[in-house]
C-alpha cells in the first residue's frame, strides 16, 4: 500500500508559474467559429471537457486528503465521450491547443484519456474497449496525487531525491486502484505498466513485448505526446512537427509500429487548427488532415506572403495545388506577434 509518511519530509506548497498561454474561453472562442452547424454539439462537448476536469480534481483531493472516491461518475463522462465522436470533435481540438500551466496536471489526464479513445477506436476497438482505455487513461496518473506539489511544480531539474519520488507514481496508482477490486483490475494493471516499453527501457518493472497490456502501450504513447506539446513548469511546449519528429527519433523502438502509424493518421504532423508556413511566405491555419498525406493538408489562409491579414475567406487544398507546400510550423506566439502588430 501506499506509504504516506514516505512523503512527509518533501511536502511543500507551489512554486511560481507562469500565466496560462491559451485560455478555455480564448480557445472556444476562435476554434468553434466555423462550426455553427454543430453549435449543440460543440456545447456539450466543451462542457464534457469541464465535467471531466472536474470530476479528475475532485479524485486528486480525496486521494490527497487519504479519502475514497467513485468510478462510477468517471465512467459515465467517459461513456459520454465514446458514445458521441463527432468529425472534427471540438474534445479532441481542446485536448491538442488548450494550454494552461495552473492546471496542467489534471488537464494532461483529461487530454490522455481523449487521445486514448481516438487511438482505440482508430485502431478498431468497440465502443466497450474504447470505454476501458478512456477510463484507464483518465485515471493513470492518480498517484501523482500523493507527490509533493514542490515537485509537480518546480521549475528547476529535479534532484536524485526528487526525481526518485516522481518515478514512484505508478505504484502510487497501482496501489490506489487495485482497492476497488477485480472488476477494475485493468485499470490498477494499467496504471503501473503506462511507463513501460516494449524494448524493455521503461519502470517500474523492466517489462518488454507483450508482457506490457496493450491499452497502457497505446496510453504510454499519448502520454508522451500529450506532455510535448503542452507547456510544463520547467519548459515551454514544443510545436507538433518537432513533437512528433521527436518521438519518431527517441521512442521509435519502445511502442508498436502500429500505434506510432495511428498516433500521426490522428494527429498529423500538423494537427488541426495549428499554423504553417508555406514556400509563398503566406501563413495558413490547418482545416483538415488527410492520413494518406500527412503534410499536405487543406488550409485556411490567415496572413498572406507581405505578413498582411486576410480577411476574406481563402481555403488552399495543398493536394490541388503541387506548386505549394508547406516550409515550417508557426507557433502561437508569432501568431499573436502578427495581430498585435
Request: aromatic share 8%; proline share 4%; net charge neutral.
Amino acid at each position: 500500500m501506499v506509504d504516506f509518511r514516505k512523503l512527509d519530509n518533501l511536502k511543500g506548497g507551489k512554486s511560481g508559474q507562469t500565466p496560462p498561454k491559451v485560455s478555455f474561453s480564448q480557445l472556444t472562442n476562435e476554434f468553434t467559429g466555423d462550426l455553427s452547424d454543430q453549435e449543440q454539439v460543440n456545447d456539450n462537448r466543451k462542457i464534457l471537457y469541464e465535467k471531466a476536469s472536474d470530476y479528475l480534481s475532485q479524485v486528486f483531493e480525496s486521494i490527497k486528503n487519504k479519502q475514497g472516491f467513485a468510478l462510477k461518475p468517471g465512467y459515465q463522462l467517459m461513456r459520454k465521450m465514446v458514445d458521441i465522436q463527432p468529425f472534427r470533435d471540438i474534445l479532441l481540438i481542446m485536448a491538442i491547443h488548450l494550454d494552461d500551466p495552473y492546471k496542467f496536471l489534471i488537464h494532461h489526464s483529461v487530454n490522455v484519456a481523449i487521445f486514448a479513445l481516438k487511438m482505440g477506436a482508430n485502431l478498431g476497438l468497440d465502443k466497450d474497449q474504447q470505454l476501458r482505455i478512456a477510463m484507464a487513461a483518465l485515471l493513470h496518473d492518480v498517484g501523482t496525487a500523493l507527490i509533493p506539489e514542490k515537485i509537480i511544480h518546480k521549475k528547476d531539474r529535479l534532484n536524485q531525491q526528487e526525481f526518485q519520488v516522481f518515478r514512484e507514481r505508478p505504484k502510487y496508482s497501482y496501489d490506489i486502484l487495485r482497492s476497488f477490486g477485480e472488476d477494475h483490475a485493468y485499470l490498477a494493471e494499467c496504471a503501473l505498466q503506462v511507463y513501460e516499453r516494449i524494448d524493455g527501457s521503461g519502470y517500474p518493472q523492466g517489462l518488454k513485448g507483450d508482457e506490457i497490456n496493450e491499452y497502457s502501450q497505446i496510453i504510454g504513447l499519448v502520454d508522451i505526446y500529450e506532455a510535448l506539446i503542452h507547456s510544463r513548469p520547467q519548459r515551454e511546449k514544443l510545436l507538433h512537427f518537432t513533437a512528433v519528429k521527436e518521438i519518431i527519433q527517441t521512442s521509435k523502438n519502445c511502442f508498436q509500429r502500429k500505434h506510432l502509424k495511428t498516433l500521426l493518421s490522428i494527429f498529423s504532423i500538423f494537427p488541426i487548427y495549428s499554423y504553417v508556413r508555406l514556400n509563398s511566405d503566406a501563413i495558413g491555419k490547418v482545416i483538415e488532415t488527410y492520413p494518406d498525406q500527412p503534410m499536405r493538408p487543406k488550409l485556411q489562409i490567415v496572413y498572406d506572403s507581405q505578413k498582411r491579414r486576410v480577411l476574406t475567406e481563402r481555403i488552399i487544398n495543398l493536394p490541388e495545388h503541387p506548386l505549394l507546400h508547406i516550409m515550417d510550423s508557426v507557433s502561437e506566439e508569432e501568431i499573436k506577434d502578427l495581430a498585435d502588430a
